[in-house]
């Protein structure tokens, strides 16, 4: 095999490797990006965890993308290690989808209409369309599966680069003499665990040894354990993806490699046992494999493996726990100590669809701990428990690291490439993420509040406990409408939250009013009011961070919504609905004098 040879050869395997990238990257586009989000919402039971897996690897053409991607799952919190084995199964059945793609190099004809069927032709026909789409159509779908095209051209262009570079190999001993010695198991495996490990894809090592099968000299004996430590070496590039992840992240990872080993050897054992129990003439006889061959074994070996290890998911797990103890790790927060917090994945970014889905999932998470946080200082006005107290100020910590952490994390995907309902999403979690850490910080306010109640004893009068009361309810009330509002993405809520504002802005302010009449009167005392118009001031701008979050949950799901029109309509008593809204929460929410 001469230099120009083994150039040609790497050529190949270059044109193969950017081929299969294209081909995956244009279908996943096709699929509209949602691939992943599929994967993580439809994984609920381990077969249909195996099948999503199986599928999305046949798509982006790469096991170990597809287990990356799983490893940023369980290191966001978004999926759990044990939901997380199935899918790693399904992608090691769905990178042999490549090699049967890779038979349809074998297609040709050598004269007349026959030659139409060559690969040569075909792949020539292919690229021409894709290239055609490519760069004239205007439709993004078209541009899309130009893309597919190409890559698929290229694909199998880089294949009869390297079957046309090993030919020659068909007449040499020494190469025949030389794959004879991958006959041992043993060392068979140890060969395609460096090979798979030097170009980062199974499927890549597959396709190589695809093309070696075309010089006859690649028989069954050798292809088998070849392919099985392939299998292995994949892992690389998954425990790779891992480096700064989480425990269950490096666990997840971890699983990859453990279930190729384990299928390795299980199968090592099986059917190395059985050969030497029933001689499989295949075997014996050093039969040549085909390119079909190699494309059946694979399949074959992966699904058998996973039908074997399928039901020992928990054992798998418990092996991972066993290598991987838990650590106590240094939270960044104080209230990471005792609050489990959503991590945002920066593996997600490239992906937008999937950055957005557990911004949202954090939002949600945040949403939840302020407004228990906010619910339980009002509690303490009337009971002050210092126990409770500690949980306020843990939680503002957390809704603290959120706000820090979500706003960093929302820049970084405006930077990404958004469509339009994506840009509305990132706008809206921007617009709010400070509505929500400022509601928490009116949390520990209320809490410092009740604190100096209890500590001083401070009592108020008949009125003024009525006016809190009332205040509290319509605080809560408003509190609840504006989160289910914003989880829910429900626009109608939404705008039940303005007229409620409205009206504890006016009961604040004839709140305080009354106080001070209060205190003229001598009814309450000044370090009452003191207090007093603490807890009213933050009553006050909780409500108004509920109005700033509704808004603008309104603004960006509406295109031609006018915030100013939509607020100043409000306070001129223009709009009809809003009317009928205040008058029924002024009906229940009204001080007793």
Known sequence: MSIANVLALIGGVALFLFGMQLMGDGLKRVAGNKLELVLWKLSGTPLKGVLLGTVVTAVVQSSSATSAMVVGFVNSAMMTVAQSIPIVMGANIGTSVTGWLLCLSMLGGSNGWLSLLSTDTISAVVAFIGIIWLMFSKKEAKKHLGGIMLGFAVLMYGMAAMSDAVSPLKESETFRNLLTMFDNPVLGILVGILITALLQSNSASVGILQALSVTGAVSYAAAFPMIMGMGIGASIPVLLSAVGASRDGKRTSLIYLLINVFGTLICTVLFYGANMLMHFSFMQENTPISMIGIACVNTLYRIAAIIVLLPFIKYLERITDLLLKDKKENAPEKAAETIQLIQLEERFLENPVLALTQSKEAMWDMADITEENLFRSFDLIANYDAAEAEKVIAAEDAVDHYEDKLGTYLVKVTGQALNHAETLECSLYLHTVA?????????????????????????????????????????????????????????????????????????????????????????????????????????????DHCSNIAVALVELHEDAFDTHEYLSNIKNRQNEEFQRMYDEYSQEFVFMS
């Open 435 to 543: 509505d929500f850490e400022r509601i928490s910080d009116h949390s520990v306010n209320i809490q410092e509040a009740a604190l100096e109640i209890s500590e001083k004893n401070v009592r108020f009068s008949d009125s003024a406990a009525d006016e809190l009361r009332v205040l509290e309810n319509a605080l809560r009330r408003i509190v609840s409408i504006t989160f289910k509002a914003f989880r829910e993405g429900d626009l109608k809520l939404a705008a039940q939250v303005e007229p409620l504002e409205e009206l504890i802005d006016s009961l604040c302010q004839s709140a305080k009013l009354n106080h001070v009449a209060r205190l003229q009167t001598k009814i309450c005392t000044l370090q009452q009011g003191f207090v007093f118009n603490d807890l009213i001031s933050n009553f006050e701008r909780v409500a």
